[in-house]
């Protein structure tokens, strides 16, 4: 068996990065977030709405998490009452893609493993969110 990579471990930069990732990703909300946008979901509200169980105070802290780590964009249209939507950067549309294949991919595994729709457990969205 050939070994693609001789080292013995992560380097520091490597470690670091993966660290970033995991802040950012690792957050139950996060994915939900990206794949909420990635689906045509701007507004907090709406968001709010399409991601059952999550609540003002976490959503608000995972969009500003995302706007800080350049996956997503905020955009302010003032008037009377403020409007705010938020949309993914080049960067939070290849993650959302990575994120939706890693879905798949569990849907896949579950059918196979007779665990049935992945989905369908307790953080499930409800019928015709998605």
Not at 40 to 52: A, C, D
Not at 85 to 91: A, I
Request: hydrophobic fraction near 40%; charge should be positive.
């Amino acid at each position: 068996m050939k070994r693609v990579n001789a080292r013995r471990y992560l380097s520091l930069p490597e470690r670091r990065s993966y660290r970033r990732l995991e802040d950012v990703v690792g957050c139950k909300w996060s994915a939900a977030v990206l794949a909420a946008i990635a689906r045509g979901v701007r507004r907090p509200g709406q968001l709010e709405r399409f991601i059952p169980g999550i609540s003002t105070k976490v959503l608000q802290e995972r969009l500003r998490k995302l706007v800080d780590y350049e996956l997503i964009t905020r955009q302010a249209f003032p008037g009377r009452v403020l409007r705010v939507e938020y949309h993914l950067t080049g960067t939070g549309r290849k993650l959302a893609d990575i994120l939706e294949q890693l879905r798949e991919l569990d849907k896949e595994h579950a059918a196979r493993s007779g665990g049935g729709d992945a989905a369908a457990g307790p953080d499930a969205a409800p019928p015709g969110a998605t």
